[in-house]
Nanobody, 122 residues
Framework: VQLQASGGGLVQAGGSLRLSCAAS????????MEWHRQAPGKERELVAA???????NYVDSVKGRFTISRDNAKNTVYLQMNNLKPEDTAVYYC?????????????????WGQGTQVTVSS
């Protein structure tokens, strides 16, 4: 599975951005889709996750401001980011989790996109 992320950029505090991440390759096995971020000098963190069913999950710091969604027909996951704050500045990475049921067992894997920079100025 290959992932291509886009949509990052520079925005003022209070502004909005929409990230997209398109998957290609063995997309039939995609299960969960996620967005992570890593700010300079900080640990990478999971920002939002969405499965094939059930509600999405968010880290507390983005609840009410970010919305994760997916278009299964396009194998794409989105992250709508509203009311952005300077502390949201980071490189954002998309991931997909695959589950491949084979005769000899189930193989699970996580694939990472290349990262897209989001910078929020105060």
């Amino acid at each position: 599975v290959q992932l291509q992320a886009s949509g990052g950029g520079l925005v003022q505090a209070g502004g909005s951005l929409r990230l997209s991440c398109a998957a290609s390759g063995s997309t039939f096995s995609i299960n969960g889709m996620e967005w992570h971020r890593q700010a300079p000098g900080k640990e990478r963190e999971l920002v939002a996750a969405i499965g094939r069913g059930g509600p999405p999950n968010y880290v507390d710091s983005v609840k009410g401001r970010f919305t994760i969604s997916r278009d299964n027909a396009k194998n794409t996951v989105y992250l709508q980011m509203n009311n952005l704050k300077p502390e949201d500045t980071a490189v954002y990475y998309c991931t997909v989790d695959t589950m491949d049921h084979r005769p000899d067992g189930t193989v699970v894997a996580r694939y990472w996109g290349q990262g897209t920079q989001v910078t929020v100025s105060s």
